[in-house]
Every structure is written in C-alpha cells, then in structure tokens.
C-alpha cells in the first residue's frame, strides 16, 4: 500500500526539459535515453523510486540561493535579507516517467564564518548547484573555488553540475549578454549546465529545477540498471557512448576496446 500522498500535479515530468544554452548543457537529447524510458515502462528503476538523491546548493553570500529553493518550493519571495546559518532543506516530491522521484534540496551558507558547518553537509551529493549574482562578477569567480570546495567531498565523476546566475531581472539585455558570455566559458571549464533564473519574477525557476530532477533521476536509473544488468553478456549499458553528451564526448570518451 502506498502511503504517502500523491505527488502535487505540477511535479509530474513526462518528458525531458530541455537545457536553457545548447553551448553549456549536461547533454542536448531531446528525450530521456532510451534505456531510462524502456526502464520504467517496465518498472526496472531498482531503488531508484524509493530514493531520495541530495542535491547541495553553493555560492557567495546574498546570491539568492534561499530565494531560489523558496521560489520554487512555496512560490514565495523575500526582499529582505536573512543570511543562511549553517543550512537548510527541503524536500521537494516529483514523479518522473511514472516513477517517484524526490529531491532533498540542501541550502548552504554562504557566509565565511558559516561556511565551516555548511561543508560538512556537502557529502553524498548528487547533483551541485552553484550560484553566482549575474550582476556581481567577483561572485562569478568565486565559483571555482565552490565547486572545488564541493568536490573535495564527492565523486567528481558522477555528480551532475549546474551553474545557475541569478537576479536575473536586475541586469539590462546589454549587461546580461556580457555576463552570459563569461558564465558560459566558466560552465564550460566546469563542465556545468548553464541557467539564468529571477527568484523575483520567477523567470527560469521552474524549468531549472524541473531538468535538475530530470537529469538527476536519469543518471540515477542508468547507474541501477549499469549495476544491475550491465554485467551480463549482449546486455551491456553504454551510458557515456551517446555523441549528444557534450562534456562527455568532448573529453571523457571511453576507450574503443569498451564494447
Ligand atoms: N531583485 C532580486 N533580488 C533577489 C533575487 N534573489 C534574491 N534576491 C535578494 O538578494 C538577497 C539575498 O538573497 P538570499 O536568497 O537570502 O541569499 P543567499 O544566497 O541565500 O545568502 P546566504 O544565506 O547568506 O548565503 C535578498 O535581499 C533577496 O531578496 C532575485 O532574483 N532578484
Ligand atoms: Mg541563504
């Protein structure tokens, strides 16, 4: 018997939501890989709906990291400012192909002197997410030293990475576009997905965590069904030979006497 309430029908992904720039995108697929949908059609997704997968979210001081989860969680926005102390969570319930996903969205400090305790929070992340104030370049960056900072406690190889600009609405089209430029190299060199969101507005805010869900469950499944199946011979999964994952092609192609 399923005891827990459905999921709110606004969280219900059926198809995969597509990268905001092509340039700076974890993969440009226009679907989920095939193997993930045949997967759950036929309810192969191992522990993966019953999982709940971390994701922390970094970044300078007063970038809006906690307008952003709150943006998308309550549908709410504070202009004023109360600064993190330590971190925070929530946790956001989402049904993807079918399958219950959900998403324990860790907020982290940004302050130095509550950075120490937000760190020990940052193990067994699945997906990254680093914000920067599209309006504040030092605070682009500092991102470098977040993400390492990040790393030190995961798998670099497996964690999914998104680098998000926020307050989007206090840029004008010019400045935006100069901005865009420079966050796009950085993405790039981080091997980061790219998005510029306004908690205020809320432009961008759903889209983006609706394709961190999406990216995310589908790593998940593909991981369980590579653990699962991938072992057994004329079965095997190739979950990095697909030529539309950019970062993966570009510099992490497997060895040709992989089958
Ligand atoms: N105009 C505008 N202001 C924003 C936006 N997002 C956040 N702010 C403002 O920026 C300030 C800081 O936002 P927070 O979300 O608290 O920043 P934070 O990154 O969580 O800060 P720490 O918890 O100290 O790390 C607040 O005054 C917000 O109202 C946005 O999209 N647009
Ligand atoms: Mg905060």
Known sequence: MNILAP?????????LPQCLRKEAALHVRKDFHPRVICACQEHRTGTVGFKISKVIVVGDLSVGKTCLI????????????KATIGVDFEMERFEVL??????????????????CIASTYYRGAQAI????????????????????????????????LFLVGSKKDLSTPAQYVLMEKDALKVAQEMKAEYWAVSSLTGENVREFF??????????NVLAELE?????????????????SNLYLTASKKKPTCCP
């Open 7 to 15: 999921v709110r029908r606004d969280r219900v992904l059926a198809e």
């Open 70 to 81: 709150n943006r998308f969680c309550k549908d709410t926005f504070d202009k004023n400012y």
């Open 98 to 115: 079918g399958i219950p996903f959900s998403l324990q969205l860790w907020d982290t400090a940004g302050q130095e002197r509550f950075k």
């Open 129 to 160: 997410i680093i914000v920067f104030n599209l309006n504040d370049v030092a605070s682009l960056e500092h991102t470098k030293q977040w993400l390492a900072d990040a790393l030190k406690e995961n798998d670099p190889s497996s964690v999914l």
């Open 210 to 219: 609706f394709r961190v869900a999406a990216l995310t469950f589908e790593a």
């Open 227 to 243: 653990k699962s199946g991938a072992r057994r011979i004329g079965d095997v999964v190739r979950i990095h030979s697909d030529d």
